[in-house]
Structures are given as structure tokens and as C-alpha cells.
């Protein structure tokens, strides 16, 4: 049922908030607004107000300048992300900015979150604004209605447009019976704004391979050429600052996960921080050979030393990263022509994310999930090594498909690509703790922190979405793992671990994923999502529980200098 809501602004614009179906005092239209704002307050409570502070004060005043140019420049890679998520979002978000009444601050509020009217945890449910009342696979890359099997069919038909319309960096279109593709940088006019901030950041980085990264960046942002500007950011060295923009991950493309979507991440990196992370480096070419599955696909001269990692401090997110639940951590570039070259990627952990994550939302589901025994054993130690561990793992495995030098995984598997990779990175994170207790680098005793708290990370994840990849993959690990016995549930209600088993079922089903993308076999890909994705009725109940437990945090950001 839905409630009609009239505001004015400059331009009268009518909202409409979906009630939800429990609310039976929701049903007609002559419901008090001040339910109605009730209902789009709840949507946004679910997540902390949450200030990531970033402290800048020991970089000199040209780095400082870098910084605020820097950001600056994420402002307009954001406002493309706007552009992207769904066709109405900025109408709408630009419609409520001025008003002053309360359902329309806390419609505001919503909007800001989620970046449009949809509720990205909650399958992506619309509550505001007339339109579709599910947010749409195709984003904004695709025409609105457009099928995976229209698309399909039109790309065999014409086989000359296949690069075009399957590429990161376009928009499809129909021109009655044709398609047609506009590169991003004709699309979005803002690529030229956030190149030319990268070119004056560059103006004032001392640092010459910063400076050389600014400049090809900037480069790209005009061509939609992104390879060197990768390269040149793999080989940014002696820096306190780094950067993330651009169009980068493709999980806003629900319909083939070939669209890149735009993002903004300026931090700092913790030198003293990252000189703990080095230790990993050591192991990368241990853990490849180690992998639980067919030996033939284990890739040769992985060398592990070429990976970065550093533990680093955010002043600003913009864009896909900061869009609902927000990211803390990323492992790029995506490009595996790039990542063979350089011999892998970049890792980087948000520090200032992570903690506050594991404060305001990894304890307090364990408190309430776990059984007591376990509480002494969730740490923020074990949260870090896992969150490293898991981008690490992406670098391991497959970039392409077995026997198809040409044929990344990604394409392989298209919209199925994001969830088996995030489970992979996932389920590969625990196995490898295995293997460095083995090796006697982690204790048993730090493998149980590692085990207790995932099991809380589980249900953090679950709980952004059924839809969303991450949130999708942890359940596939955790009905996995239940299966197998590995978690158990007490007559209690609290979760438990078998220790015996766990890292052996956790390879288990790592060797399923590994396979599935070693061969790019999208069928298998589906099956795996079908058996294990599932909402189950004690997953539900468990989440229900978790009901005063924030969903993730509401951010803002702080730089002393």
C-alpha cells in the first residue's frame, strides 16, 4: 500500500514511500506523515552515525594541498556515481535538499545513504518516489527493460559490436532495432572536471611517482584508456598518499557485471601499521601452490613479493564504496593484464573503517549470536587478518579460464562472477589461516580468535543483503559450513565451532569455487548460488535477533591537519 506525501520546492515533486506489509496502520491514505517519516527513519537508523577520522598533521603543506584537491576531485567522480546507480536519484535527492519538514529531512537522509530511493540492504526495495518498485539490474548502463536475453541475442547477431557493448566504460542504448554504445567520458561530462583536479594535485605532489600516476589518471579519464594509469599506480613508492577513482568495480551491474562503477578513496598510509602486513608477502607464492584444487590449474612464477599491502587511513569515500554498506578494504587493479604484468595487485586496509566496524557492529553480534564461551576471542587483531587474508586471496587462483588465455573469469561467469569471487576471497581467507597455523606462524590459540570472529563477520556481511555480492556470498559459506557441521547451532539459540573440522570444510568449499572459476563454468556458478545463497528460515531468525545491532555505518569524514 502506498502513502502519498506532497512537498514543494522549487519544483513540486511528489513522494511516495512504500509502507512496509507489517505495518497494518499503513494502509490507507489518510495515514498521519508522522508514521511515514517513522517508516523512512527506521530505513535509515539501521546505520550508525559514524565519524572516520583521519589524521594528516605530520604531511607537509603540499601533501596537505594534494589532500584537499584530491577530494575535491571525489566530489565529482561521486556526482557520477549518482548518475549511474538509478535514472531518478539525483531528481529526487535534489528535490528534498532544501526542505525543511521532517519527512522530508529523514527522506533526505535515506536518499543520501542508499543514493536514490531504493534500500540497497533490503534487496533493493523502493520507498521513495514513483517508478520501479525494485532497483533494476541494469543500473543505468543498460536500457531499463533490456533482458540478459535480448542483450545476448543481439551481441551473437552482431558480433562486430561485442567489444563495445560488453566493455567497462560504455553506456548501451537501442536505436529502434539496433544498439548503440557511448563511451563514459562522452556520457559523463564530470570525467573531464576529476581530470582536471588530478592534473593540479599533480601540480603540487612532490613525490614523482604520484605525480606521474595524477597525470596519467587524468589521461585516462579523456579516452576511457586505463591500462597505464594502472601500471603507473601499481608503481607509486616512498608515499604517504594514494588514491582510488575512477571507474572501478563492476557490482552495480546486476545484469552482467561488465559496467564499471565510479568510486573516490583518498587516504594516508600508517607506515608503522603496514611494516606488520609484510609477513604475508612471504606466503603468497605457499598459498598459491596450496590451493585445494586440481593441480593443473595452479598458476606458475607467482611471485608474492610483487603484491603491496598497506594498512592506510581514509579522509574521504565517494561513489560506489561509500553507497549503503560502506567498503573496508579493496584489492586492484581488476585489470589482469595489468596484475600479470606487475606480478599482482595492491591491497589496502582501511584502518579507520575497520575499527570502527568491529566496535560498533562486529562485537555486539557476537555478544548476541555467539555462545559466551567465544566472547574472549573476538579481536580486532583476528578481524584485520582476516579482512588481509581475504583481499589477498583475491589475487590467488584464476584471472582467466583454463585453457582460454583470452577469456578473463569475470566475463566468464558475467553477473554470477561477483559472489563466487568475494566467497572464494572468503572461505580462501580461513583455509590459509590453516595453513599458517600449521606452519606455526599463527598459534591455535589466534586460530580460534580467527574462527570465532568470522563466524560474527558472517552474519555482519548477511545482513547487508541477500542481493548484494558480499552479502550473498557469506551466506553461501555459512549454510556451507552448517552443513558440514563445521558451525553448529546450540539448543541454546548461540553458534558454536567445530574446530576439528573447520578449516577442512572450509577447503572443501574453496575447492568448489576455485574449480568454477578455473573453468568458467557458469552453470556450476549458478548451482552453488541456488544450494547455498538462500535466506534460510534460521538465517532469518538469527538476523532477527540482531535487530538492534546497526546494519553498517552512516559516514562522515574528518581530517586534522
Not at 520501479?132 to 527493460?145: G, I, M, N, Q, S
Amino acid at each position: 500500500m502506498k502513502n502519498i506525501l506532497l512537498l514543494t520546492a522549487v519544483a513540486a515533486f511528489a513522494l511516495i514511500f512504500s509502507a512496509c506489509e507489517k505495518k497494518e496502520e499503513m494502509k490507507n491514505s489518510e495515514t498521519p506523515v508522522t508514521e511515514l517519516t517513522k517508516v523512512i527513519q527506521e530505513r535509515v537508523d539501521v546505520y550508525v552515525p559514524t565519524v572516520i577520522k583521519a589524521d594528516i598533521s605530520h604531511l607537509s603543506d603540499n601533501q596537505k594541498k594534494v589532500i584537499d584537491i584530491l577530494i575535491e576531485a571525489g566530489k565529482f567522480a561521486d556526482e557520477i556515481f549518482w548518475k549511474q546507480t538509478s535514472s531518478d536519484a539525483i531528481a529526487i535527492r535534489d528535490s528534498l535538499a532544501n526542505m525543511t519538514t521532517p519527512e522530508a529531512i529523514a527522506a533526505y537522509k535515506f536518499v543520501k545513504i542508499n543514493y536514490g530511493p531504493y534500500d540497497l540492504i533490503e534487496e533493493g526495495k523502493r520507498y521513495i518516489g514513483e517508478g520501479l518498485e525494485k532497483k533494476p539490474a541494469t543500473a543505468t548502463f543498460y536500457p531499463v527493460d533490456m533482458t540478459k536475453e535480448e542483450f545476448n541475442a543481439y551481441v551473437a547477431a552482431h558480433p562486430e559490436q561485442k567489444e563495445a557493448l560488453e566493455s567497462l566504460y560504455t553506456i548501451v542504448r537501442r536505436d529502434g532495432e539496433m544498439l548503440t554504445t557511448t563511451p563514459y567520458h562522452v556520457e559523463y561530462p564530470e570525467q573531464l572536471n576529476v581530470a582536471q583536479k588530478l592534473e593540479e594535485a599533480a601540480q603540487f605532489a612532490d613525490n614523482p611517482s604520484l605525480k606521474k600516476y595524477l597525470l596519467l589518471r587524468a589521461e585516462a579519464l579523456k579516452t576511457d584508456n586505463y591500462y597505464d594509469s594502472d601500471m603507473a599506480w601499481m608503481e607509486i613508492k616512498d608515499n604517504d598518499i594514494d588514491v582510488v577513482i575512477g571507474p572501478i568495480e563492476s557490482y552495480e551491474d546486476g545484469l552482467f557485471n561488465y559496467r564499471a562503477a565510479y568510486e573516490a578513496v583518498v587516504f594516508v598510509r600508517d607506515l608503522e601499521a603496514t611494516k606488520e602486513l609484510q609477513m604475508f608477502k612471504d606466503h603468497i607464492m605457499e598459498f598459491e601452490n596450496k590451493l585445494p584444487y586440481d593441480k593443473k590449474y595452479i598458476r606458475a612464477n607467482v611471485d608474492g613479493s610483487k603484491n603491496i599491502l598497506n594498512m592506510v587511513n581514509v579522509c574521504y569515500f565517494g561513489g560506489d564504496c561509500q553507497a549503503g554498506t560502506k567498503t573496508i578494504a579493496c584489492n586492484l587493479p581488476n585489470d589482469p593484464k595489468v596484475r600479470a604484468a606487475k606480478g599482482g595487485g595492491k591491497n589496502q586496509m582501511y584502518m579507520n573503517l575497520i575499527r570502527a566496524k568491529f566496535n560498533k557492529i562486529v562485537i555486539p553480534i557476537a555478544e548476541t549470536i555467539l555462545d559466551p564461551s567465544l566472547m574472549p576471542f573476538i579481536t580486532e587483531k583476528a578481524f584485520t587478518g582476516f579482512i588481509t587474508l581475504h583481499e589477498i586471496s583475491h589475487t590467488l587462483g584464476r584471472d582467466y579460464v583454463y585453457g582460454k588465455d583470452k577469456e578473463t573469469v569475470r566475463k566468464a561467469l558475467k553477473e554470477r562472477y561477483s559472489a563466487i569471487e568475494e566467497t572464494k576471497a572468503d572461505i580462501l581467507s580461513m583455509y590459509n589461516h590453516g595453513h599458517l597455523i600449521e606452519m606455526g606462524t599463527y598459534t591455535k590459540e589466534y586460530g580460534k580468535q580467527a574462527m570465532a570472529t568470522y563466524i560474527a563477520g558472517l552474519y555482519r556481511s548477511i545482513r547487508f543483503g541477500a542481493e548484494e555480492a558480499h552479502g550473498k556470498a557469506n551466506i553461501i559459506q555459512l549454510n556451507f559450513l552448517r552443513e558440514k557441521g563445521a558451525v553448529v547451532l546450540q539448543e541454546d539459540g548461540k553458534f558454536n565451532i567445530n574446530e576439528d573440522i573447520f578449516f577442512a570444510s572450509a577447503g572443501e568449499l574453496a575447492k568448489i569455487v576455485l574449480t568454477i572459476e578455473a573453468e568458467g563454468d557458469y552453470e556450476a556458478a549458478g548451482e552453488i548460488l541456488k544450494t547455498y545463497g538462500q535466506m534460510t528460515p534460521e538465517i532469518k531468525n538469527t538476523i532477527a535477533k540482531l535487530a538492534t545491532v546497526p546494519r553498517d555505518l552512516n559516514t562522515t569524514y574528518s581530517i586534522t591537519k
